[in-house]
């Protein structure tokens, strides 16, 4: 498995390398990508030297979920990803179909590969067939999927030769279906103070008060509920550990052969970023040394024993 780290300046590519990042990401200013944090316009030019120079590959986010809806603004992106592709940008990481089809099968197709974001999320094997069409090289997965419910997409991407990708649990993504939930720790996020839409939580938790959850009464649904608590039970436990643990998640993952591990904050101090891919280095050396060593079976039990101290050591 391999580490693909986000950068938001130069400076952070060499630290970031010897830390263990195999590949990199970033955004750029004009073009529609999802969330913030962009590398200056200038300085992907050097970035993509430098990149290569240390013998990895560099990609560009292009993940907004709309495409513009004129087409000049259309044509401006297209030449930008354009002389990107000619500058020798690796991947463009996508989620809008208009704009895939464009660099795919419409136009002039890219000599760079076309990674699918977690963005236009890929729920089952299905949405990965249909994104397949357009010539994907990687499918990221989302942040909601656990590995029982990613197993047919997973076998998909492997008969047809597509990478897949997942992001890390502890340090991206909403943090009530993937990871340990922040707003229970106090030293992240206390309520008390207002973030803004997007930069922590999907549902819009506001300061000075819990958050409500809505219920529904549907007694002509009851039938449902067998298959319903099936699915909850996948869900929470990725057919062992609870989910909210997360650890066990990574597992079985790894063991299933996804290939790329991502690292996504991209508003992090640069060396908070170093830090975090180290720690993403730890987690893969240590899945690697225990599935060599050991059934796999007793190498999950052992892996999630080592992440539970990890992670109770402030990690």
Known sequence: M????????LKELEPL???????FYTALFGLPAFSFGTLPGPDIVPAIK????LGKKIAVALNALNAPANNKRLREIELRVRELDKLG??????????????????GKRL????????????FNSLSAAFFSRFGLS??????????????????????RGIETEIFDYRFFGCAYVNGRCKLHQPGHYTLKSVMPDGDLCRINAR???????????????????PALVKRLEHRFTCGGAPRLSNAASFFDFFASGVQYLKYGTRHD?????????GELRGIIDLAEKLTAAKPKAEARRAFILELTRWNGGGF
């Open 138 to 159: 990687r499918i990221i997965l989302p942040n909601q999927l656990s590995p029982y419910e990613a197993r047919k997409t997973l076998a998909f991407c492997r008969a």
């Open 2 to 9: 391999k580490i693909v780290s986000c950068f938001t300046e």
């Open 207 to 225: 300061a000075g008060g819990l958050v409500k959850l809505k219920t529904l009464d549907l007694p002509g649904r009851a039938g449902e509920l």
């Open 17 to 23: 390398a010897k830390a263990g990042a195999d590949e």
């Open 269 to 277: 101090t640069p060396e908070v970023k170093v830090k975090k891919v």
């Open 50 to 53: 430098t990149v290569h120079a």
């Open 89 to 106: 940008v690796d991947a463009f990481i996508v989620a809008n179909p208009y704009l895939l089809g464009l660099f795919s099968g419409r």
């Open 111 to 122: 000599r760079a590969e076309l990674h699918l974001s977690s963005v236009q999320p890929v």
